[in-house]
């Protein structure tokens, strides 16, 4: 009879601890399922119809600062990639195309745009420079009115500017409207107004955080004005003609060097030609492109007994960008230190 009793005690145990068993499996699979689906939530969420895909930094930049963590802000641009010849993968157009909309600089800047727009048949492509007072490509080379320069500016420049600088305009415009203040407010208001098409139901959100920011462009362009203003007319030597919208809204003007990028540079003919103006307007500082080489800037330079200097045009997202020890705001104070210190 005991030994009965223990059998049916010891079957009692093994059931009872089977169906705990089975219950602790049965949360646990539910917890486990309930974990997926909220990553699968949390995925969906992700997706790239709700992504805000811009295409470069300065327009990341706005995005980002207006929307905050309403909308996940993506540059298709990877970090360091040069805006000029960057070209997107077949997985960057796949991601683009499941997208709502895109907000490019426009002008031209993107060349790589219209060889995929019949890609993205759903995506709403958002141009930043409308209402910006557009400059004509051409009319940067006009750096002077004497016959010298007006030599420099169409006899050489015309020759050689379309062989060494094509990348660097791919439209009837100038496509740096985000290097001057003045127009880059514009711009961030175009930016604005495409995030409350994105995302209507916050634009209360928006449209305080876009008033912030307006006032801070404000502020700068206003600053730019005033530290410029008593060298109204000079001229600055530049890595590349990334300058023309700053030039003509603070009434000074642009030299470009030629070739200052890693595929072409100047020739001799240039290189002198450049001496000469730089010596004859005693200019002190040669600036070379931040990031880049200054070996062209060196050169002339020396020629001309100056000094050397960086300028960002803001086109790439750099290392330091990255780590948060510059963003568009602080590099655009960088260069109104930096040219008016020049002369």
């Not at 805000?52 to 600062?65: C, N, T």
């Not at 209360?204 to 530290?227: H, M, R, S, T």
């Amino acid at each position: 009879m005991k030994k009965l009793y223990k059998i049916l005690l010891l079957a009692l145990v093994i059931g009872v601890a089977s169906g705990c068993a089975r219950q602790n499996n049965e949360v646990n699979n539910q917890k486990a399922q309930e974990q997926i689906s909220k990553k699968d939530d949390k995925s969906t969420s992700k997706t790239d119809s709700n992504k805000l895909y811009v295409s470069f930094y300065p327009i990341e930049y706005m995005a980002k600062e207006i929307a905050k963590d309403k909308i996940d802000v993506v540059n298709v641009m990877p970090k360091g990639a040069t805006v000029h010849d960057w070209e997107p993968t077949a997985q960057d157009i796949k991601n683009l195309s499941d997208s709502k909309m895109l907000i490019v600089n426009g002008l031209g800047l993107e060349g790589w745009l219209e060889d995929v727009k019949s890609s993205l048949k759903n995506t709403e492509i958002v141009d930043s420079s409308t209402n910006i007072d557009k400059i004509k490509a051409e009319e940067e080379h006009d750096h002077d009115h004497d016959h010298e320069e007006h030599e420099h500016d169409h006899d050489h420049e015309e020759k050689e500017h379309d062989h060494d600088h094509e990348h660097h305009h791919h439209g009837e415009f100038d496509p740096h409207v985000w290097m001057s203040p003045k127009q880059a407010r514009i711009q961030m208001k175009n930016v604005y107004e495409a995030i409350i098409k994105f995302d209507s139901e916050n634009k209360d959100f928006y449209e305080k955080n876009y008033k912030e920011l307006d006032k801070k462009f404000e502020e700068l362009d206003k600053k730019y004005a005033e530290v410029l203003a008593p060298q109204k007319d000079k001229y600055f030597i530049v890595p590349h003609e990334a300058f023309g919208y700053l030039a003509r809204d603070y009434e000074i003007r642009q030299v470009p060097i030629e070739g200052i990028n890693s595929d072409s540079e100047p020739d001799l003919n240039k290189m002198k030609e450049l001496t000469n103006f730089a010596k004859s307007h005693k200019i002190n500082t040669a600036f070379y492109e931040m990031g880049e080489s200054d070996k062209i800037a060196n050169s002339l330079a020396k020629e001309i007994n100056a000094k050397t200097a960086g300028l960002s045009t803001i086109e790439a997202k750099t290392q330091d960008i990255e780590d948060g020890k510059d963003n568009y705001f602080s590099l655009l104070e960088k260069n109104l230190d930096a040219i008016s210190q020049a002369r």
